[in-house]
């Protein structure tokens, strides 16, 4: 988890975050087995055995992507003789938040112009439905 002083220097505009990190934690994330490990730890801690049942994959591959997740310091993974439990360490998550919010500036001018766009077009008239003109129409005749 950051510490309050590495939350506060991220704010700064100065300051970057540890490019080695972010670097770890993008290509942890670049992989959907990864990221799908990632969603099922959310909030427990499992077994390694219990991680990979849904995949269809190996064992020894779904216990490679966890090590790249604790690499990533993404993932935390405790021993107890043979046997390995993984718990979710969200905390390398948030400089990679903010370092994608810089870029939520571009977004909110897009989504600015595109709401400008919609108050300037006029509302389209309505049409009364065709399945009601035709009944009339048919009423008529008969």
Not at 7 to 26: K, N, Q, S
Not at 99 to 110: A, H
């Amino acid at each position: 988890m950051a510490s309050g002083s590495q939350i506060v220097a991220l704010f700064d505009t100065g300051a970057d975050p540890d490019e080695a990190a972010l670097d770890r934690v993008f290509f942890a994330l670049s992989d959907p087995v990864r990221r799908a490990i990632l969603e099922r730890l959310d909030g427990e801690a499992l077994l390694v055995s219990e991680l990979a049942a849904p995949f269809n994959v190996s064992l020894q591959a779904v216990s490679r992507h966890i090590q790249v997740l604790v690499r990533a310091g993404l993932v935390q993974q405790q021993r107890t003789g043979r046997i390995s439990r993984c718990s979710l360490l969200a905390g390398p998550i948030f400089p990679v938040a903010v370092w994608i919010n810089r870029y939520s500036k571009y977004w909110q001018e897009q989504f600015d112009l595109l709401a400008a766009m919609l108050e300037d077009t006029p509302e389209p008239r309505r049409r009364k439905p065709r399945a009601a003109s035709r009944r009339r129409k048919i009423g008529r005749k008969a």
